[in-house]
């Protein structure tokens, strides 16, 4: 993944911001030493901007698309309350062991529940409203993901898309991509032309490690 700001910089950030913890650290480290695609995690710079979005509205109930080896999932965790919660969703049900082995390492951990499948089919057995829904599975379907959030979020919520800038992909031409190769890059580039568009949304594509898009509906 390209870094669009300086290491130097995102550490200074960093060394200045309100971090997750030391188990989030080991997690982050046990993912890169056991998993080959360690890159999707979303790193210490975003957790932060996710527990600030989190501490900004006082949200109790968080929606996940994509929890992977549960780092994400634990940082949010950690922000809120003790009567929190953050409903997970991701395929892959071999992934359960390094969520068990690292949430029940953690007080926060019980506020973690994670949902195995599909997360288009998941997404419908969750139940009430969610002040924060953060979108980090697959990109070609992130379009479908943020329709049923907006259906989801609560008054007040925040819906954050994560890797909206795809490496700087994004800038290419329709003329300069694949729709079979490229079809993540095609699927982002929809989706944020589809927020832009959109009248009732509030929507902020901060270049934070891949890009967020952070959205609200106005009023
Ligand atoms: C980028 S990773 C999530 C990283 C995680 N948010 C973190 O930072 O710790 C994307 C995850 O989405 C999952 N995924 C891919 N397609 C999915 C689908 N259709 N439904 C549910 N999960 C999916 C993958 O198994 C992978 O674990």
Not at 10 to 39: D, F, I, W
Not at 71 to 77: E, G, I, N, V
Request: charged residues 25%.
């Amino acid at each position: 993944m390209k870094k669009f700001i300086s290491q130097e910089i995102e550490s200074y950030a960093l060394s200045k911001s309100n971090r997750p913890s030391a188990l989030c650290a080991q997690l982050a480290g046990h993912t890169v030493e056991t998993k080959e695609m360690s890159v999707m995690l979303i790193g210490e710079m975003e957790a932060s901007f996710l527990g600030f979005l989190i501490n900004s509205i006082s949200a109790k109930r968080v929606l996940e698309f994509g929890t992977f080896t549960g780092y994400s999932a634990l940082a949010m965790a950690e922000q809120l309350p003790a009567d929190g919660e953050v409903v997970t969703m991701d395929l892959d049900q071999q992934l359960e062991a390094t969520h068990k082995e690292f949430w029940n390492k953690s007080p926060h951990g019980a506020k973690i529940k994670c949902l195995f499948g599909p997360a288009l089919e998941t997404v419908m057995k969750t139940e009430g409203l969610f002040d924060l829904v953060f979108i980090d599975a697959d990109k070609t379907n992130y379009l479908n993901y943020l329709k049923i959030s907006l259906e989801k979020l609560a008054p007040g919520g925040i819906i954050a898309l994560d890797n909206v800038l795809w490496s700087g992909e994004v800038l290419k031409s329709a003329s300069e991509l694949d729709p079979e190769k490229d079809s993540s890059t095609l699927s982002i580039q929809e989706v944020n032309d589809w927020v832009r568009d959109q009248e009732g949304l509030y929507g902020t594509l901060v270049p934070i490690r891949d890009g967020i898009f952070v959205i609200t509906k106005k009023g």
